[in-house]
């Protein structure tokens, strides 16, 4: 039987990786929904209006998923992990609160709009909500982002051991909530995450857009929306890498364990550090096996500096050091990526601007498939962020010069909860999470196919809703005054 | 404001946030109850669907956050309910996530099999979310056993014992009724006759349950009327309560659904009341030894932080009362299928 430590963190990982398909691309899509929303604002072109609603719809059935799957995560912190829960609810629990009042009542309420308000509310409040469902969405983020970030590099608290039935537990409680909220890696890993989101909405849209080019549908709409897409997925990939990069320099000094890890770092030497493009890194052996490494890099990389040596694992407590394997592969595929991501939308914004991109095939069918590229790369930066914490959930850390004490993963579990609750908890939602994600795949693939609605649908469509004047009336009808239309109503 | 004045404030605010869900959620989850019952054909199942379609997804918000709010001002409750209820909640989970789905799925392929899964999946979901909902309650009520150091000690079948599904029972009675008047309210026509007929059934199994709990919960859960006993004054709670469920067949009668809405309302506003007083000051009583047990004083954070989310609620919370009010008042009236309905 395997222990319950592995089960709750395999059951964790599961189910947050599954949420964290639907979150960015809500995030994502919400952000070219509202720019698609915002050009029929202002053109008034209808088929700006065609490309918002089918995109509503592409988003609802998403946003559904999300909202499903991040209900769990709440639950878990207390199912599975009550220990970690009492050590860190004054401060975590505050943030997750904060989310509840400030995001999602924000987001299910406007969605509620932004979905079924099409007929119902005029243009203007329409947008609004369609901006508040995105600021929801994105607020959310913020609150569970810095919640994370807390227990990265943990700031604004301190230690109070409490009485338990006569035996003392510690619990990190809050002196300054806003040393808390702006710890030292909430910015950076906040905006890395926001522009991971953006990029994959981004693609999404080009990916839906370049399909119809080259099955030669919906082109009108396709090209409308492609022109905002390409150019904010350049613009975000670009600041993706940006910003990760800013999140990596930090990492030497608030969890120099977390880098060594990314990047098979064993060993100290008094030399410059090299960074590795690929390999297979060998925790046993402290060594890298295939590796090819670039010389001086890392140190430029981490200090600005070539010259400067990186500390490596050795300068790591045996018993405090993160898995290697893991973090290495997944940090390097998502820089390999974001790498990818940046070329494939400076090429497409290229031959765009060229007004040539319809007669790359080649070029289409890649950006048909980049939306897996940007939610892989989105799954693998959280794999690197949450694999290179451990053993720790809530890191260990110094406030004005005193040390405290962190939280190892494996002290934060429910005591209560045994092994084969826990496993078959994650049958049942493997089973329902394989299922979700298969409709989740034809309903979106559905849509997809069937497509936006033509223009002269949607014209034919709003015509009927519109209530007609005195003067069409008397044109259509023949009969002479408003009388007729009242008692028509009345009947 | 002294730490033990802002724990107080903060066990209502979790009322609130409870009550809120209660009522909100309480009819959309009654709506699902009655969905295989009421609506006869495609059309109707549709229109019975989307006589929530806007509204269900942030009345489950106040669940979230009732979860978010209890962890922050109360963690070692939350750590503790949460843990023991595992297996329940993991259930209650697999309800909202099939609830979720079943409402945004249903309407998406013109297939009968395909709508029929999802149809009975929305009726399987919200019957047994509202039933666990209510065992849990009923388990909350009647204490459970927590051991030292906040940990649970019994079993899961421990939990399924004869009043937690007493109360969980009448939670869907509850639920259906209150979901029974609010279709009355938005539907028009057969659907809306067929409604009608159902609320007096649904309203007599309801009085019934709400009788029999009443009864047990004297019985068996000495310390549940305890501070009623103490405090005369808190009388007004069951006294409204009853005067509320006597009014549903009473505005019925009286040809008000609206008004009837409202009572049932009350009647969840009033049960929730009763349930907070009569477990107060402890989250969960442990029955193996009352010193155990988690209590308002050693659940709570500390004073900084529920100064803090006080801020914090003081600043959302009218925001959020102000846009429900805002969409409830956008999707007034009666139910009617749109392209963009479900």
């Known amino acids: ?491 | 404001m002294s730490y033990d004045t802002l724990t107080f404030i903060w066990f209502v605010l979790l009322g609130v946030l409870l009550c809120g869900y209660a009522i909100l959620d309480g009819f959309d989850l009654g709506v699902g109850i009655l969905h295989p019952f009421l609506a006869k054909d495609d059309r109707e199942r549709r229109l019975v669907m989307n006589s929530i379609g806007p509204l269900w997804d942030g009345n489950e918000v106040w669940l979230v956050t009732f979860g978010g709010a209890l962890f922050a001002a109360f963690p070692v409750a939350y750590a503790t309910v949460f843990s023991s209820f595992y297996t329940a909640f993991f259930l209650l989970l697999t309800c909202l996530i099939g609830r979720a789905v079943s409402l945004e799925f249903r309407s998406k392929v013109h297939s009968n099999a395909w709508r029929r899964i999802w149809d009975t999946g929305f009726f399987l979901s919200s019957t047994c979310a509202a039933l666990l909902l209510g065992i849990a309650g009923g388990n909350v009520m009647q204490g459970m056993q927590l051991g030292a150091k906040y940990e649970y000690q019994g079993s899961l079948l421990e939990q399924l014992s004869w009043y937690p599904l007493l109360v969980g029972l009448l939670t869907v009675a509850l639920f259906a009724l209150h979901g029974c008047i609010y279709l009355y309210l938005k539907t028009e026509h057969e659907l809306q006759r067929r409604a009608k007929a159902s609320i007096t059934p649904l309203f007599y199994a309801f009085a019934l349950l709400y009788a029999i709990v009443t009864l047990a919960t004297w019985w068996h859960v000495p310390h549940a009327t305890e501070n009623i006993a103490n405090y005369p004054l808190l009388w007004i709670v069951p006294i409204l309560n009853a005067l509320a469920v006597l009014n549903i067949p009473r505005a019925m009668h009286l040809g008000k659904p609206g008004y009837a809405f409202f009572s049932s309302t009350m009647v969840i506003l009033a049960l929730a009341s009763l349930f907070s007083v009569a477990i107060y000051p402890n989250f969960m009583l442990s029955t193996i030894d009352p010193e155990f047990s988690i209590t308002l004083q050693n659940a709570r954070s500390s004073q900084n932080t529920l100064q803090t989310m006080l801020i914090i609620a003081g600043l959302g919370m009218p925001c959020v009362l102000s846009y429900t009010v805002i969409i409830y008042w956008i999707f007034r009236g009666k139910v009617r299928l749109e392209p963009n309905s479900y």
């Open chain 1, 1 to 491: 039987m395997m222990d319950v430590e592995i089960l709750s963190r395999l059951q964790f990982a599961g189910t947050i990786m599954f949420h964290y398909l639907f979150p960015p691309l809500s995030i994502g899509l919400g952000l070219q929904l509202f720019l698609c929303e915002l050009s029929y604002y202002r053109t008034r072109n209808p088929v700006w209006e065609a490309a918002a609603r089918f995109w509503t719809r592409i988003f609802a059935v998403n946003f559904a998923m999300g909202v499903a799957t991040g209900i769990v995560m709440e639950f878990e912190f207390g199912t599975n992990w009550a220990a970690y829960s009492r050590f860190v609810g004054d401060v975590f629990g505050s943030a997750l609160a904060a989310e509840g009042i400030f995001a999602f009542f924000l987001e299910s309420g406007f969605l509620a709009v932004l979905v079924f308000g099409w007929d119902r509310v005029g243009p203007t409040m329409h947008l609004f909500s369609t901006l508040m469902v995105f600021l929801g969405s994105m607020f959310s983020a913020v609150w569970i982002v810095v919640a994370n970030s807390w227990q990265q590099t943990p700031a604004g608290y301190h230690i109070v051991w409490h009485d338990v039935q006569g035996e003392s537990m510690p619990r990190a409680e809050i002196t300054d909530f806003w040393a808390m909220v702006f710890n030292p890696s909430s910015v950076d890993r906040l905006t890395h995450t926001l522009i991971g989101a953006l990029v994959l909405g981004a693609f999404f849209v080009a990916s839906v857009c370049s399909f119809y080019l080259l099955k030669n549908r919906h082109e009108d709409i396709a090209r409308k929306c492609l022109s905002i897409a390409l150019p904010t997925s350049l613009l975000f990939t670009f600041l993706a890498a940006i910003t990760g990069h800013d999140s990596a320099q930090k990492l030497v000094e608030t969890q120099p364990a977390k880098l060594a890890a990314l990047e098979a770092h064993f060993e100290t030497r008094n030399e410059p550090t090299g960074l590795y493009l690929f390999g297979w890194p060998d925790a046993e052996q402290e060594t890298v096996h295939m590796g090819i490494q670039v010389p001086n890099l890392l140190s430029l990389m981490v200090y600005n500096d070539p010259t400067k040596p990186v500390p490596g694992m050795d300068q790591i407590p045996k018993d405090e050091r993160p898995p290697v394997w893991l973090p290495f592969q997944t940090f390097h595929l998502m820089v390999g990526l974001g790498t990818m991501m940046i070329g494939v939308a400076a090429l497409a914004c290229w031959f765009w601007f060229r007004q040539t991109l319809d007669s790359k095939r080649w070029l289409l069918w890649v950006l048909v498939f980049m939306p897996i590229a940007a939610m892989t790369a989105n799954q693998a930066g959280w794999i690197t962020a949450e694999v290179g914490r451990q053993p720790w959930i809530v890191y260990p850390s110094v406030q004005n010069g005193v040390e405290m004490i962190g939280l190892r993963t494996a002290d934060g579990l429910s005591e209560s909860v045994t092994a084969e609750q826990v496993l078959s908890s994650i049958i049942l939602f493997g089973i329902i999470y394989s299922m979700l994600f298969a409709v989740w795949v034809f309903v979106l693939n559905h849509k997809i196919q069937h497509g936006p609605e033509s223009v002269e649908a949607l014209l034919a469509h709003k015509a009927g809703l519109r209530p007609q004047s005195m003067s069409e009336q008397f044109e259509q009808t023949g009969k002479s005054h408003g009388g007729d239309f009242l008692e028509e109503d009345s009947q």
